[in-house]
C-alpha cells in the first residue's frame, strides 16, 4: 500500500519550461512533506519542504504548492535547465519523534537543451 | 565533514550467504535510517534508530537486523541473503531541531547489492 503516490513516472522538458510533479497522500498524520532531488549513482539529497501551515514555500526556481484539503502537494520547477535532469522523490511523515519518511516512486526528469 | 558514508559500494553475495553494511556519520546526529531503493517504489525504510543503543522496524524490516553500539555508525545485516534483497540500500542521518521535532535527513551514496 503506497501511502504517498507520485506522479508522473517520468517526464521530459524543454530547456526554460516548468516542471510539475505531483503528490497525494492519504494519512492525516502527515505534517512534513520534503521533496528530494537524486542524480544518478548519488544519494537523495533534500531540495525544499513544507509544512501544511502555508500553501506554497518558494525557493529560488523552485516551488512547492500545497493543498490540505486535498491531500496534495506539488514541485514547480520554473526555467527548466538541463542539470535539474534527475529523479524526484516526494516524501511526507508525521513531525513526531522518529521522522519515518514514506516516499513516492519517484519522477524521472529530464530536460532537454 | 565527510558527512554520511557507506561501505562497501558495491557487493555481490550468493543466496545464503550474510553481509554487514556499515553507515558512518560525522555530524553527531541522533538518528539514523536504513532504506533500501527499488525501481518503481521510491525509498522503504527497512530500519532506524533514534541514538546510541536503540533500534526500531521501519516498513520492511523482514531478513534484515541492525545494530548502533556507537552514535557514530549504524549496521545493516542480512543474515542469510534472497534475491529479493537485491537492491540499492542508502543510510541516512538526521538531528533535532530546537522544537524537539526531526530535521532534515542526509544520506549517504549507496551500497548496490546483486544477490544472486
Known amino acids: ?113 | 565533514n565527510a558527512g554520511v558514508t557507506q561501505t562497501p559500494k558495491f557487493r555481490v553475495l550468493k543466496t545464503g550467504q550474510s553481509m554487514t553494511l556499515l553507515c558512518a556519520q560525522d555530524m553527531n546526529h541522533e538518528y539514523m535510517y536504513w532504506y533500501r531503493q527499488d525501481p518503481g517504489m521510491g525509498l522503504r525504510l527497512i530500519h532506524y534508530s533514534v541514538g546510541e543503543g536503540t533500534t526500531a522496524k521501519g516498513e520492511v524490516p523482514d531478513g534484515y537486523n541492525v545494530s548502533r553500539l556507537k552514535k557514530q555508525n549504524f549496521l545493516l545485516g542480512l543474515e542469510s541473503a534472497a534475491p529479493s534483497q537485491t537492491s540499492v540500500y542508502f543510510c541516512a542521518s538526521s538531528s533535532l531541531n530546537w522544537g524537539g521535532l526531526t530535521d532534515t535527513q542526509y544520506f549517504g551514496p549507496g551500497t548496490r547489492l546483486t544477490v544472486l
Open chain 1, 1 to 113: 500500500q503506497q501511502q504517498v503516490k507520485q506522479s508522473p513516472q517520468s517526464l521530459i522538458v524543454q530547456k526554460g519550461g516548468i516542471s510539475i510533479i505531483n503528490c497525494a497522500y492519504e494519512n492525516t498524520a502527515f505534517d512534513y512533506f520534503p521533496w528530494y532531488q537524486q542524480f544518478p549513482g548519488k544519494g537523495p539529497a533534500l531540495l525544499i519542504a513544507i509544512r501544511p501551515d502555508v500553501s506554497e514555500k518558494k525557493e529560488g526556481r523552485f516551488t512547492i504548492s500545497f493543498n490540505k484539503s486535498a491531500k496534495q502537494f506539488s514541485l514547480h520547477i520554473m526555467d527548466s535547465q538541463p542539470g535539474d535532469s534527475a529523479t524526484y522523490f516526494c516524501a511526507a511523515t508525521p513531525m513526531e519523534y522518529g521522522n519515518k519518511l514514506v516516499f513516492g516512486a519517484g519522477t524521472i526528469l529530464r530536460v532537454k537543451s
